[in-house]
């Protein structure tokens, strides 16, 4: 039985919610490997909406372990309230079926307020697009070797070195800022505040996970963003503050890359997009308009509408390169259902050279021209359908074309956010 990696193959917000959630039946554990409360999850589960945003989506299911990894960087207040809110839907959380890794970064409140700043100070074209939840100053914290994780709450006595080494940097920021600076006493009092909320569920989360997969137990890693906001393969500066492509999910987590079984990255059947930075098949006339009502394209944390083209094929051929995946989950194949044609970006045009890849340089992704190639559509529903036969012929064609051009096959076709709208072509867990 392999361990599976659910990763974005686009720039997030492709589904993977409710895939994770369909996959979770066969999982026995949940793992969140990177990111923070920047991303969401929204699931469907007998007409109930479940809106997730830093804990795994396995904590909705029964029977399930779900586990925060040390990749990931923790809010301890939002944390709090998630966890209430789900408490009022009538879901348990206990140690049994939630645990935090012992060295994941906490986000403080110092750390949403320097990235509003930031973003905020900019000028119109060097915004990057953050969520303004702290999550890159975290980030950045962790690389700098002065973050307060979630380990230091268990020992009070220790606090104030690491508080002062973490506001030596901080308030000399708040003074180039023209900020007051910020008290250790402040920042002391919010940690002893969230210290007995987040304590039960610590762990050390790398050899519980080790010893859950030398025991047969099966393993579903949960990314947040897309692989396409990776620092390092994303479009850069647009881009998250981790690594989101699937070889993060060992790191992530604790475990050996041999842990990971295979990949399965989940794309839309079209494209979109939250914030700034360059998307080569934006419509933003009325057929990008059509698609972002018809999927009611509204971001899960932010509520920001999400920015809608043509499905682009060269860009999720490129993440099926760099996160390794073995198999396609897409979802919304249903927005297109009486759309007479439909386009495919199948290359790129750049300074009249066609190229099949995504340029590195930020400004060569700014002039990038797409090369579409259409499709005929069908006027037949493709919403819920569960089975092969039950899709138009052309829907059929649509998708086996999107197979081509990314190079990977379809494991997985998602009809609604429903979830037993799905169509199973290959079941991840049994390579």
Known sequence: MANVVVVGAQWGDEGKGKIVDWLSVEAD???????????GHTLVINGVTYKLSLLPSGIVRPGKLSVIGNGVVVDPRHLVKEIAGLREKGIAISRENLRIAENAPLILSLHGELDALRENAAA???KIGTTKRGIGPAYEDKVGRRAIRVMDLADLSTLDGKIARLLNHHNALRRGLGLEEIKP?????ELEEVAPHILPY??????????????????LFEGAQGALLDIDHGTYPF??????????AATGAGLGPKAIGYVLGI?????????????????????GRAIGERGREFGTVTGRARRCGWFDAVLVRQTVKTSGIDGIALTKLDIFDGFETIKVCVGYKLDGDVIDYLPASQAAQARVEPIYETIEGWREPTGGARSWAQLPAQAIKYVRR?????QAPVALLSTSPERDDTILMHNPFQD
């Open 267 to 287: 794309a839309k059947a079209y494209t979109t997009r939250v914030g700034e930075g360059p998307f080569p098949t934006e419509l933003t006339d009325e057929t």
């Open 402 to 406: 999107v197979e081509e051009l990314i």
């Open 124 to 126: 119109p074209d060097a």
């Open 239 to 248: 881009v998250t503050s981790s690594n989101t492509v699937a070889p993060n």
């Open 202 to 219: 610590m762990d050390r989360t790398w050899s519980l996970l080790d010893d859950l997969r030398r025991a047969g137990k099966r393993i």
């Open 185 to 189: 006493e402040a920042i002391r009092a």
């Open 29 to 39: 554990v949940v793992v969140r490997y990177q990111g923070g409360h920047n991303a």
